[in-house]
């Protein structure tokens, strides 16, 4: 294992190329390629890569991009790709796809705002356009989450009993292009940890098949009933795809979320991506301010972790979620996600969504002092609030 100071797309381009790199023995690598900022870098990483078996297809759009990991991954190659904001957006009918056709094709988002206007600053909601999708969905916070992440998700992708397309995101410029020490691990580490890819409908000469004829209704919602079945099984294969990691690499990927300071906290504050990282240092000095006041990080949003969150929430009063998305007419996602869990089950918990560094603004430490302070008055929720802009 090599420590290097690396940007969070040098970090997503290694991996994904040692990850298909593993899969040398078996059908090899394919992947499509489109660039698109701020994720270029990943996919420059990843064409100048020499695989022993595969290549780096470049094509016309995004949407193409997809479409030629979907037809790798039907024969039977690891495949990968990774776009942005409305790129990213320009692949959603074949993200679609790729969950219906239960292909484990990995996809790599650098989180940017839609537009228009033009923004290549760091919003979430250009994944969260998926959510919906038939799509596992990690948020990243710092390069070397994104770095492991991206091997677990071909590992837990992979597995029969998933069998799924899985998306790592992580925060444009503040994580893409910032340097940040990341153990990239060797390619005998990667190897050991990812098998070969063993697809069970993969495509053959020797057994044709049509792919993507018409169906009937019920044969339809009999796949759509398989998938949620997958989607069921996602926790329990992540848990041995995280052991097995640590086994491997030494060290742990982290679960679906991470809890920081909850057991006594009376307040708790849900984030994810870069801004955990500002969240986590002024949790420590409100708690030496006698403050008892924690964190929850989500890294899964898809499957969301509901049960776990509200267990970790238990002993709380308020939680504030600290959103860098928006939807129109409903406020922030994991708010919205978080809320509709706790309806039911924790009727008494105040919940406060905050919109906090959507469209790229900065997330400062007196930005999320202010959300500290209006959530600590607050005596009942009301609409979603927005921070860091003058209304």
Not at 143 to 162: G, K, M, P, W, Y
Request: charged content about 25%; glycine content about 8%; aromatic content about 8%.
């Amino acid at each position: 294992m090599t420590l290097e100071v690396v940007t969070g797309n040098h970090a997503a381009g290694y991996a994904l190329s040692a990850a298909g790199e593993a899969n040398r023995d078996a059908r090899g690598i394919c992947a499509g390629a489109y660039p698109i900022t701020p994720q270029t870098e990943i996919i420059e990483y990843a064409r100048k890569y020499k695989f022993t078996k595969g290549r780096i297809v470049p094509v016309e759009s995004e949407h193409s991009a997809m479409g030629v990991c979907i037809g790798a991954s039907m024969a039977g190659a690891r495949s990968f790709t990774a776009s942005a904001a409305n790129g990213l957006s320009y692949m959603t009918e074949n993200i679609f796809t790729a969950g219906y056709y239960r292909l484990p094709i990995v996809l790599v988002c650098v989180n940017r705002t839609m537009g228009p206007p033009w923004n290549i600053w760091a919003d979430q909601g250009d994944a969260l356009l998926m959510r919906d999708a038939s799509l596992i969905q990690f948020f990243c916070e710092t390069n070397q989450e994104v770095a492991d992440t991206i091997l677990l998700s071909f590992r837990l992708a992979e597995d029969h009993r998933i069998l799924m397309p899985a998306l790592v995101s992580m925060d444009a410029f503040i994580m893409s292009h910032t340097l940040m020490n990341t153990d990239l691990p060797e390619q005998e580490q990667v190897d050991q940890y990812l098998p070969n890819l063993d697809l069970p409908h993969v495509l053959t000469h020797e057994h044709p098949v049509c792919i993507g004829g018409l169906a009937w209704p019920q044969e339809t919602l009999s796949m759509r009933v398989d998938t949620h079945e997958a989607f069921e099984r996602i926790p329990e294969v992540y848990d041995e795809c995280r052991a097995e990691f640590q086994k491997i690499f030494g060290r742990d990927v982290g679960g679906p979320f991470t809890t920081f300071e909850t057991e006594d906290a009376d307040t708790i504050f849900i984030t994810s991506g870069s801004i955990a990282t500002t969240t986590r240092e002024l949790i420590k000095a409100r708690r030496k301010a006698g403050e008892k006041i924690g964190m929850i990080k989500v890294k899964m949003y898809r499957p969301f972790p509901e049960e776990g969150l509200l267990d970790a929430c238990k002993n709380a009063k308020k939680v504030g979620v600290l959103d860098r998305n928006y939807a129109g007419g409903l406020g922030g996602l994991f708010w919205h996600d978080f809320r509709a869990a706790a309806q039911g089950k924790r009727d008494d918990l105040l919940i406060q969504d905050y919109l906090i560094g959507v469209c790229g603004g900065d997330v400062t430490p007196d930005l999320i002092e202010e959300v500290f302070d209006d959530l600590s008055q607050r005596v009942e929720a009301d609409k979603p609030v927005w921070k860091g802009i003058e209304l």
